[in-house]
């Protein structure tokens, strides 16, 4: 398995001042320091918590402002390409994700990076469609797909380079139970090392490893049902 | 009152693919680009009403060779010939019938022709074709990749923008402000950066453009 290593890892930001004074610097997560070698681990947290700034570090989307994240050695901030080809990255709103016309189209654009010839390309991005049970939709307007099918195509548009990480920012929090399903399914099955930030407990307890984080930090790190249950009790006690 | 079936929001002028087996289907996607470039060059030097009429009978001619059905092509057409209507009714007030039917008819067939071109190619073949027309770049530091997919981008947002108008109408409409047009326009503008933000997003993290 890969490993993703997060070395005293701070996120902080800019934030306008209330009271109309200069901007603030807010942290947003950290200091973590973290080994990632399981091929399921999952991030639950409530919103706002830093859960996905945690999950965009994952492959340079967001730079630490302090420590460093490498993946297999590679660093983030410095060899943010290179990560970038080992590091998939799925979003919660597949229409942020999906920037082609056409299912086909947008699988290509993915492949574009392996500099394959056009046959090639559409070749392969037709297979990477079959895959995921969209070849009869390949040739259609993506905005005609329902939401269930353009996260599978998102998936399709990721996988097709095959990168040996996955990441997924609450990939199933806009799908109906049957789209979930379907999506989890695929999730599971897949061979890479997989990251999910994820809302749903039930796939949360299916990891092997749940991160529970919190207002900016990692408060809990192990087995998820200890995790979950952990979780549970943060909610509700520690409930505004 | 029924009002039949309902249809897709319009998406702008370019159309979408549209597979065919036709000969534009097949002509090399850099061929279409130097014949449309060509068409808009002959177009505009070329004066009269007869050549304004040739240049549509040519445009109307190679929708008909295409086999896009005249629904693709005719509906983003509609905007596109109320503003020559309107262009075409002033120059006839102004300048006369010979004008009017120079810059109307010229306007029509540069818009379909250039809608066939977006309908027969794959946005694909067309980043393939951007590409390699932005090969100079590579002299003044510039990836011609990239060049090539900022301009296909650029293609593919004017649906996005007129899908975004059309939901934050709606919105407005739903909250009472149809006639507010600040409703519409700010909320408009901030979607579109937010989508471009996300588009810039959704590309680092596929890693495109950075090789």
Known sequence: MPTISLDDVQVTAYSPDPAGGADRIVRLLGPVTLDLVERRIAIVGANGSGKSTLARLLNGLVLPSSGTVRVDGLDTGRDGA????????????PDAQLVMPTPVEDVALSLRRLRLDAPARDAAARAALARFGLADRAEVPVHSLSGGQRQLLALASVLATDPDILVCDEPTTLLDLRWRGVVDTLLAGL??????????????????????????????????????????????VGRP | MSRGPLRSPWAGPLGLY????????????????????????????VNGPRSAVVALGVAVLLQVASGVPWHRT?????????????????????????????????LVALV???????????ADALLDVLARLGRPLRHVGLSPDLFGLTVGLFLRTVPVLVR?????????????LERNPRAV????????????????DALAARGLGED
């Open chain 2, 164 to 176: 975004t108008t059309s939901e934050t109408r709606d919105a407005a409409r739903a909250r009472g």
């Open chain 1, 82 to 93: 290179a990560v970038r080809r080992r590091v998939g990255f799925m979003f919660t709103d």
């Open chain 2, 18 to 45: 549209h597979p065919g087996s036709s000969l534009l289907h097949r002509a090399p996607a850099g061929l279409k680009l130097t014949v449309l470039a060509g068409f808009a060059v002959a177009v505009t030097v």
């Open chain 2, 112 to 122: 379909l022709v250039s809608t066939l071109l977006t309908a027969t190619t794959r």
């Open chain 1, 191 to 236: 061979d890479q090392q997989v990251v999910v930030v994820t809302h749903d407990l039930d796939a949360a307890l299916r990891a092997e490893r749940v991160l529970v984080v919190e207002q900016g930090d990692v408060v809990f790190d192990g087995d998820p049902v200890a995790a979950v249950r952990f979780y549970r009790d943060l909610m509700t």
């Open chain 2, 74 to 106: 005719t509906r983003g057409l509609v905007p596109t010939l109320a503003v020559a209507a309107s262009i075409g009714a002033y120059q006839w007030w102004a300048r006369g019938w010979e004008i009017a039917v120079e810059v109307s008819f010229d």
């Open chain 2, 185 to 200: 326009l700010v909320p408009a503008a901030v979607r579109m950066v937010a989508h471009a933000r996300a588009t810039g």
